[in-house]
């Protein structure tokens, strides 16, 4: 089975549509959604409902953006290392605004974690690593191989899958492996979307680390000409520009 694999949506609509569109050209059987499909380009009720129609061939969990949007944004982030600030409060409420109450609905009955098994593989789908509180564990930006064992400690499975961190990362660590895609909606300096394709057959698992192409410029340019609160931080962090 083909299994696709993406993360940190972030609002960016043209980024799913590129990356869906190569997903259905390669036949893909099932899409692993990592959260974070919201927040970020001013376009999270396009891409929640984008996702809602795709729901009966996708395992989804929602990542600190969903969470965030149903329980309230904390003063703090990261392992309590930045504070937020009032232009990502700002930016928050215009969040709830854009949504719609079905779209919140959806996001509410998400899961935080699944653990489920394809092709005979036990595979386990979170945003971030989850320790027994359901808290998500020390935040490290690119874990190394020994980092990524401790960060899945105590959760038995053959694959593990996670995002929020935006950098693409692999490992295979006694058997084991360990994905994030990458930001599908935060190219950086590029026109690039990342995902990743997983392939189990008879047992054998391969991973194809993959990138769509697609206008990046006219994200930005919705994203000026909107002018949503915190709109320059987030062409700064997550487009690597500004006005």
Known sequence: MKVGIISDIHGNIKALEAVLQELKNKNIEKIIVLGDLIGGAPMSEKVVQKIMVLQDKLIIVKGNRETHLIEGLPEVVHDEKFKVTQEQKDAHKYLGS????????FIENLPRKIECEIEGKKIYVSHYPLDSKGKFRKHIKKP?????????????????????????????????????????GCPGKTDLAPYGILNIENEKVTYEQSYAKYNVQEVIDYMKKTQFPGYKGTLKLFYGTSE
């Open 98 to 105: 854009e949504l719609s109450d079905k779209s919140k609905q």
């Open 144 to 184: 190394n191989s020994q980092e990524c064992e401790e960060l899945f400690s105590g959760i038995d499975a053959d694959i593990y899958l996670y995002g929020h961190t935006h950098i693409e990362n692999y490992h295979i660590i006694n058997g084991k492996m360990y994905i994030n895609p990458g930001a599908l």
